[in-house]
């Protein structure tokens, strides 16, 4: 049997249990604790321009206390991205308001802007009102075009929530990911890029979003010494266990996005002859990705075969990929929601499948994956 090859795989830097011991022999097992304070410093201090990060069990809750803050709720709109993962829109809905989906740009697959106006100017046309926040995404960790995003937002002051989930790492001329919004997501689900086997973070402008942010988190309790509660409340604070794999991730972020980036650039150099065959690049070196995912596209009239041809063909030799999201107005369960399309993200569906791209590849199990591209 040969070893089989995933898209995307846990990558431990080897501190990881030093600090889930520590935690286990200080009596920290707890949904607080050390862990979780030096695990929200470093990640405070890695996001730079002064944010204030809270550690969440989920990048989705992260999203539905982000929504939550912005004051979204039943009968409002909300924009979103409609390429992208399902958990980008979930917290909409759970504040019982409804999505609008935003089609994307080719550049950098995320939302465009043009259409974002349009959108935005339609609903005020037929409801009135304005949406309430805007979910921009940087799929597969390439930045979206953040500024031209910002300037319709200010414009009609709308504030943006950065789902950065996928962009730990990734940089817009030199700014951080997740911090440049007025509310950034993270997540540390599983195959991330930095993991805590599940977890999130939410990336606040002010301390008092991140009081706030705990304060919702922990079941919004009043100050008294019994349980009092004005509020409805969340649990979804991150437990001291998890926050102690998040420390030892973040010792080794930097290296694993410079391996993540190398592999991009194996997949690409080695590609770039094969016909009907494109990999994904970021539009410019301002854009600095992760390169969480490195995704192609494949061409059937120049490449002889489909997106689906390839993926089976892998799959045969146990090497895991995955086609690209599927768009969240093409979800049945979305089906009502409105959407401004332009084709761009249908189009991406259809041809496009993600690369095993984990940090922890080695150069062998790669000349594997393109092994099957190029001669298959
Ligand atoms: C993973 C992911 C999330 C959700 O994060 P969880 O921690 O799994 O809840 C949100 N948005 C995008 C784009 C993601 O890829």
């Known amino acids: 049997m040969i070893p089989r090859i995933y898209l995307s795989l846990a990558h431990m830097g080897g501190r990881e249990q030093d600090f889930i011991k520590e935690a286990f022999d200080t009596h920290w097992v707890a949904p607080l604790g050390p862990n979780v304070d030096a695990f929200e410093r470093s990640l405070s201090e890695y996001m730079g321009e002064g944010r204030h990060v809270v550690a969440l069990s989920s990048g989705t809750a992260a999203i539905h206390l982000a929504l939550i803050q912005l004051g979204v709720q039943s009968g409002d709109e909300v924009i979103c991205q409609s390429f992208t993962f399902s958990a980008s829109a979930n917290p909409i809905v759970y504040q019982g308001a409804t999505p609008i989906f935003v089609d994307s740009e ?37 930045p979206a075009k953040m500024k031209e995003i910002a300037k319709i937002a200010d414009a009609y002051e709308i504030p943006v929530v950065e789902d950065a989930a996928e962009a730990l790492g990734s940089e817009l001329n030199g700014r951080k990911c997740g911090a440049l919004g007025e509310f950034g997501i993270l997540s540390f689900n599983g195959n991330k890029i930095v993991t805590t086997s599940g977890g999130g973070a939410l990336v606040c402008r002010t301390a008092e979003q991140a009081k706030r942010t705990l304060f919702l988190a922990t079941q919004a309790r009043d100050p008294a010494p019994h349980y009092q509660h004005s509020h409805i409340g969340y649990n ?47 539009p410019h070196p301002n854009h600095y990705a992760n390169c969480w995912l490195t995704c192609i596209l494949v061409n059937p009239a120049l490449a002889g075969r489909s997106r689906e041809d390839i993926r089976l063909n892998m799959e045969a030799r146990q090497i895991e990929t995955r086609p690209l999201w599927k768009p969240m107005h093409r979800q049945p ?32 199990e790669i000349q594997r994956v393109l092994e099957v591209i190029i001669n298959n």
């Open 106 to 142: 080719p550049d950098t697959w995320n939302v465009d802007p043009t259409l974002l106006e349009e959108a935005i100017r339609d609903r005020l046309r037929r409801t009135g009102k304005k949406p309430k926040a805007i979910i921009a995404v940087h799929l597969y960790g390439i």
């Open 333 to 364: 369960v979305f089906a009502d929601a409105p959407a401004y399309t332009n084709g761009v993200s249908e189009h991406l569906f259809e041809t496009g499948l993600c690369l095993p791209s984990g940090s922890g590849l080695t150069d062998e």
């Open 236 to 282: 979804y604070r991150m437990s001291n266990v998890c926050a102690g794999i998040g420390r030892g991730q973040m010792m080794v972020l930097d290296k694993h996005v410079v391996r993540r980036r190398e592999i991009h650039r194996l997949y690409t150099e080695w590609l770039k002859d094969t016909p009907g065959i494109t990999v994904m690049q970021s």
